[in-house]
């Protein structure tokens, strides 16, 4: 067994399962975490008495809220840089780990999923969704970027989905995810503990999960498929802006909403997120986890990231000031400078 306060890994009948264990932080990811994780997993990969991996997140509220961002920026501040690397670029391995593990991975998903959490589940076999079940990908809206693999699985959803969600930071529930391909199996909430004891039982995850599968209902993301597909298509953040303009302008209230979302976001964010999704859709993971590994090693020198963090997670104000402030001040050296190789310091996968 592999354990920490924060991430419980032990292995119960036919599964190796973890328990993310921090249900008043909404199971934020520490360094800890990610560590007992990647031991547990690689440990787990030789054992044949293991036949599958089951991920949870401990209380009713959240499978995992993401990584521990306040840490982060606490860190990056005190001029503790090699701390917060340190994080990112085990959590990277760790996602890189769980993108290519021989064996099924079944992440049982039943409140929020965010940032971090998308990174030890979306990349696994199976993705069950309860209904509680909410996911997002908000980094934009904190002077951040959408990381843990995001640069390679969004651009990959249906049509131009994976942009809007790195874009707005929308969030989505179960039905919205099973049809993007988030989720692979929704089930009801009720159903989540006979899940869980099948397969500690040795059950076949394909079959249990097809027996438990619940229709989810309608997805909202259809009304809006066609808005997002256009407007999303253009070449830049700011031609995105200018025809969800043009949208609104003739009455689609989706056009409205969509753009009013994005304007409250960091400028310099928004510009790395488009730029990245545009190279993640034809990159490998690794190649995706090592173009985020040279952005997150820049985001410490800049000031959104903080600010951000400040406005949304210690202030509370949700009124950042974002340095440039206007999307047009953002220049195209500026964005590259993120992308730049990184020598001697690129990850290793």
């Not at 009801?188 to 869980?196: D, G, L, V, W």
């Not at 043009?246 to 964010?269: F, H, N, V, W, Y």
């Amino acid at each position: 067994m592999t354990d920490t306060r924060d991430a419980h890994c032990r292995i119960e009948g036919a599964a190796g399962v973890i328990t993310l264990d921090r249900p008043k932080a909404l199971n934020a990811l520490t360094i800890d975490a990610v560590r007992a994780m990647r031991a547990a997993l690689e440990a787990w990969a030789r054992d044949p008495a293991v036949t599958r991996v089951v991920v949870e997140g401990a209380g009713e509220k959240a499978f995992c809220a993401g990584g521990d961002i306040r840490m982060l920026v606490e860190a990056g501040k005190a001029g503790r840089r090699e701390e917060a690397q340190a994080f990112w670029r085990e959590e990277y391995e760790l996602n890189a780990l769980i993108e290519a593990y021989p064996k099924p991975y079944v992440a049982l998903i039943d409140g929020i999923v965010m940032g971090g959490g998308v990174g030890v589940s979306l990349h696994g076999s199976h993705r069950v969704a309860g209904e509680r079940y909410s996911f997002a990908m908000p980094e934009v809206g904190i002077g951040f970027f959408p990381d843990v693999g995001a640069s390679y699985a969004l651009p990959r959803l249906p049509g131009r989905t994976g942009l809007w969600l790195a874009l707005t930071g929308a969030r989505v529930g179960p039905a919205d995810a099973l049809a993007l391909g988030l989720a692979t199996h929704t089930v009801s909430s009720a159903a989540m503990p006979t899940i869980r004891a099948g397969l500690i039982a040795g059950e076949d995850p394909d079959a249990l999960l097809e027996r438990h599968r619940r229709d989810p209902g309608p997805a909202p993301i259809e009304a809006k498929a066609a808005t997002i597909d256009a407007c999303f298509a253009e070449g830049s953040v700011e031609a995105v802006l200018a025809a969800l303009h043009r949208m609104a302008q003739a009455g689609d209230t989706a056009a409205a909403e969509i753009r009013e979302t994005i304007a409250t976001k960091s400028p310099t964010s928004l510009k790395l997120a488009f730029e990245q999704m545009r190279r993640g859709a034809g990159l490998s993971f690794a190649e995706a986890m090592r173009m985020e590994w040279r952005i997150v090693s820049r985001i410490l020198d800049g000031h959104d990231f903080y600010e951000g963090v400040r406005a949304v997670v210690v202030d509370k104000d949700h009124s950042p000031r974002w340095r440039p402030s206007r999307l047009e001040d953002v220049t195209r050296d500026a964005i590259e400078a993120y992308f730049a190789p990184l020598g001697d310091d690129e990850l290793v996968l």
